[in-house]
């Protein structure tokens, strides 16, 4: 890769701080920067997303062109599930599954297994 960016990735309220390390080509669109942070995170891309960059908003964008390849690089925590209910729902599954006599146990480990 000739030209880069080194992005720095954190999810915000996170304790500790849930972050991956990537570097994507100069010429990668916010379409393919979307899909990159999707595997980074360990997503399903199962969300429409949007990039708030000093006041403008860029939102999807069809582009189906990835012919450069990016790299995660480094990287601490795993990333919480989609539709887990955001960072809150995310501790409170961990909650949930470090508990094998909590009443949702079962539920939430049947829904994890799916996802």
């Not at 690089?73 to 909590?102: N, Q, T, V």
Request: proline residues 3%; charged residues 25%; glycine residues 6%.
């Amino acid at each position: 890769m000739k030209n880069c960016y080194h992005i720095k990735i954190s999810l915000d309220k996170t304790n500790p701080l849930i972050w991956r390390e990537i570097l994507v080509p100069d010429n990668y669109t916010f379409y393919q920067l979307h899909h990159t942070l999707q595997i980074t995170m360990g997503w399903t891309n199962s969300h429409l997303f949007e990039f708030n960059i000093e006041g403008f908003q860029v939102g999807y964008v069809f582009d189906d062109r990835m012919e450069d390849i990016s790299f995660c690089i480094a990287g601490e925590l795993k990333c919480p599930p989609e539709d887990c209910g955001g960072i809150h729902g995310f501790y409170r599954l961990l909650s949930i599954m470090a508990d094998k006599k909590h009443i949702d146990y079962k539920e939430m480990k049947r829904w994890v297994g799916a996802n």
